[in-house]
Each structure stands twice: as C-alpha cells, then as structure tokens.
C-alpha cells in the first residue's frame, strides 16, 4: 500500500500528483510483537505451538538478520539464535508445549458459562493424573539406546571407584622390593587393603586356623 515505487500510493500520485498520502496509524500495531496474556496463562499455548512450527523459519530469519550492516540489531540476532539452538532451549520449549497441551482442555472448560462443578473436578483429577504421568514417564522402548546408556552411566560411579581404590592399594602393595610376591599372597594382602574398613578381630583368626588341618600341632 505505502510502497514509494509500486505501492498504491505511488500509482495514486502519477495519476494526481497532488494527492497527500496519510497512512493509518492504527494498523501500525498489527506490524508489533505484543507479550502474552498475563491473567489467561493457557493461551501462551499457542504462541509455543506457532514457535515450534516456525522453528527453522525463525533460525533463518536470524541468520540473515544477523548479516546486516547494522552491528546492534545483527549482534541481538546472533545472540538468540544461539539461545534458540541451545539444547536447554529447545528441551523447555517441548516441555512447556506438552504441559500446555495438557491444561489446556481443562482451561477451556472452566471458562464455559454452563460449567458443571462434578465435571470439573472429574476433569481436574484427570489431568493432574496426567501431568505426573507425563513426569514420571520413562519409556525405554521409544529410545532403547539412550535408556541402555543411563543404566551404564548409574553405575559408572561405583564401577570406577572401586577400580580406582584397588589400583592405588596395589601400588603400595606390591613395591619394587616385593616384586616376587606370589599370586596368592598379593590377593590376600589386596583384600586385606582394599576392605580395611572391616574390623577383623585376632581371636576370629586364630580360631579359624585352629579349625583347619595343619601337619603341626596348633595349641591355644
């Protein structure tokens, strides 16, 4: 409409050249981005479900902003665009979209003019049983592979120390002066080591020996 070479006011003008172009200020706000509802919180809904659909439109948009001459707006789109790629970002955006998509049945429902209060509780319950459903949700037939890698990353911690602990005791153990010390020797000087938190009373030892077969007598 505005355009100066082939908007309509242009045409306007070659025709009669003294027609005064005014544009309507009023449709100046449908051009500005407006913050969402505060009071009716569901309907950001919609504003992550275009966001998500959009999605690589907005990263295009920002690439090319982020080209411009202008190094305050072209430095604004590189630091969102990386916001947007972070996988923080993308994680709560799918979040939110799925908690949305949940309440939004019951918002629309609480805001009926003939609500029944029977109903509405029934649809409460049902959608808070979903909500911890949804967060307590681990499906490892979807990712098969990542649910395997969790289960090897539990015990990683415990696995690495224990292995740590032995390979630290073995090296006061065997020394460069014990360097023939046979197998079995260094696994029960190893046990002994490694599961120092034991408490092992002299009196259990020697009773112990005292019950196994020896070529000498052993008296107490």
């Not at 919609?46 to 998500?52: G, K, P, R, V």
């Not at 707006?73 to 590189?78: D, E, I, Q």
């Not at 023939?180 to 030892?205: C, D, H, T, W």
Request: charged share 25%.
């Amino acid at each position: 409409m505005s355009g100066k070479f082939n908007g309509v006011q242009a045409h306007i003008k070659d025709t009669h050249p003294l027609a005064i172009y005014v544009h309507c200020s009023a449709h100046v706000l449908n051009l500005l981005l407006k913050r969402s509802c505060k009071t009716r919180w569901i309907e950001r809904f919609h504003a992550i479900n275009d966001f998500l659909e959009l999605y690589e439109y907005v990263i295009e948009a920002l690439d090319t902003i982020s080209e411009w001459d202008d190094n305050d707006t072209s430095n604004k789109a590189r630091r969102l665009r990386s916001s947007i790629l972070g996988i923080e970002f993308v994680i709560s955006l799918f979040v939110l979209n799925k908690g949305f998509s949940i309440g939004l049945p019951l918002s629309k429902f609480l805001q009926k003019s003939n609500i029944d209060l029977k109903s509405a509780v029934q649809l409460a319950n049902d959608t808070q049983k979903e909500l911890q459903e949804a967060m307590a949700m681990c499906n490892q037939s979807i990712y098969p592979n990542i649910f395997k890698l969790l289960q090897i990353l539990v015990t990683l911690p415990v696995s690495s120390a224990t292995n740590e602990r032995t390979f630290s005791n073995l090296k006061r153990i065997k020394t460069y002066l014990r360097n023939s010390m046979s197998e079995g020797r260094l696994n029960g000087l190893a046990m002994l080591s490694i599961n120092k938190n034991y408490s092992i009373k002299p009196e259990e030892v020697i009773e112990e020996l005292a019950r196994k077969k020896r070529r000498l007598p052993f008296l107490l």
